[in-house]
């Protein structure tokens, strides 16, 4: 059965009335006669923190990241009122310490329907109010999908990343290609009166969640040119499949608690390709060892859905409890791959079909499903412009990586 905590504190409530208890009045202290027009009522404002047991959650590094005034945040959990900062707090189904939230195991009294057990308490910054919905829930019926990885549940933590030229930290085209500098409004940066020109890039979306999160142990074996499936053998000579990288690094995937997988538009090219021999397949496709065995000499026997459930089963069998995180690839620049107003097998609309195939893998093993796809901005004509790629129009500048790992830590 759900249960709720006693709440002690109503939405209008600021923190210097939770510390002394007092009791607001009604519009403003006026008597029943007066004409004075009581102010509108602050939108209802919810957090929705989901754990599995045993997980915890940094919520002090996660409003710090927000920037929210740390100083002035008061919790309040039935009778008891704290500071987030140095509070402590315990009940049924989680306990609190000095900012970090611990889910207990999941008592008898979960609600049978929702199969997870929640508590709420009330938090308070400044004049600013919030419920905080704590919910203990069962992994075998929901995984990963609901655990959104913003700052609290990433902070500390020990983190691998698979995944090709997006995600791979020491590419070659880091060096050499160039990018116009721009804001994250798009807004272009000038030099001597003509737009900014920068050559290299100098981090990306692992190396900005890392700073943020301050992971325990990031682990990114990621390649360009790496693909889901495998079997180009003159590609794969100079690449290693993702499912190559989780071979080699399944050491790391045991101690993970966060794995993430950012793979597919290599394989859209071959897909798209008119005489390609890699089909997209459907969503019950399954690769076996042998189709990796097969594929290095240009013998697929498997699909894309195939490899790609193959790649998530591995790491589920690997590390049972560890969180798995698919992302979505992001678009290219409209005019990449096009000659002559023909692609040659790179184009958005395969990098999409791809990325249905990826949600759907992803639900399968309820992993979650991130898409940063809609974190590149499109303009009003439709098209995705070179302010956020490099010369390249494939990869992404420094500023659309800003872009990707402020839409993966948005929990959305």
């Not at 959990?77 to 049924?92: L, N, Q």
């Not at 790491?315 to 992302?327: D, G, K, Q, S, V």
Request: proline share 4%.
């Amino acid at each position: 059965m759900k249960k709720f905590l006693t709440l002690c504190m109503g939405f209008a409530l600021t923190a210097t009335i939770l510390l002394t208890g007092c009791t607001p009045t009604v519009n403003g202290g006026s008597d029943s006669g007066s004409k004075d027009t009581e102010p509108p009522t602050p939108p209802e404002v919810i957090r929705n923190i989901y754990l599995t047991e045993g997980e915890t959650y940094n919520l002090t590094k996660q409003l710090e990241y927000e920037e929210k005034p740390l100083a002035t945040c008061i919790l309040q959990a039935g009778e008891s009122t704290f500071s987030v900062t140095e509070g402590e707090y315990d009940c049924t189904d989680f306990s609190y310490t000095k900012g970090v939230i611990i889910a207990k195991t999941i008592n008898q009294g979960m609600d049978t329907e929702t199969l997870m057990a929640t508590s709420t308490l009330a938090l308070a910054y400044g004049d600013q109010t919030e419920t905080v919905n704590i919910s203990v829930v069962n992994y075998e019926e929901y995984g990963n999908t609901l655990s959104a990885p913003d700052v609290g549940r990433l902070y500390g933590k020990r983190v691998v990343f698979f995944g090709d030229s997006i995600t791979d930290q020491n590419a070659e085209w880091w060096k050499t290609n160039t990018w116009w500098a721009v804001d994250k409004n798009g807004k272009y940066q000038y030099e001597n009166g003509r737009p900014k020109t920068i050559t290299g890039i100098t981090k990306n979306y692992v190396n900005m969640l890392d700073e943020i999160c301050d992971f325990a142990l990031c682990t990114n074996p990621a390649i360009a040119g790496a693909l889901c499936s495998y079997y180009n053998a003159a590609y794969a000579n100079k690449s290693i499949s993702i499912p190559t990288q989780i071979k080699n690094n399944l050491n790391a995937v045991k101690k993970a608690d966060y794995v993430f997988v950012m793979g597919g538009t290599n394989d859209s090219y071959e897909i798209n390709k008119s005489d390609s021999v890699l089909k997209m397949g459907v969503k019950t496709d399954l690769a076996g060892e042998d189709a990796f065995s097969d594929a290095v000499y240009n013998k697929p026997v498997s699909t894309f859905y195939g490899y790609y459930n193959y790649i998530l089963k591995t790491l589920r069998e690997t590390n049972p409890n560890a969180t798995l995180i698919c992302l979505s690839n992001i678009p290219c620049q409209s005019t990449y791959g096009y000659t002559g107003g023909l692609s040659n097998g790179h184009n958005n609309q395969g990098i999409q079909g791809v990325n249905e195939a990826v949600k759907t893998c992803a639900e399968t093993y309820k992993a979650r499903y991130v898409d940063i796809y809609s974190a590149i901005p499109i303009s009003n004509k439709g098209q995705y412009t070179r302010a956020w790629f490099t010369n390249d129009e494939l990869h992404p500048n420094e500023t659309a990586y800003q872009l990707i790992t402020d839409k993966i830590l948005s929990g959305k």
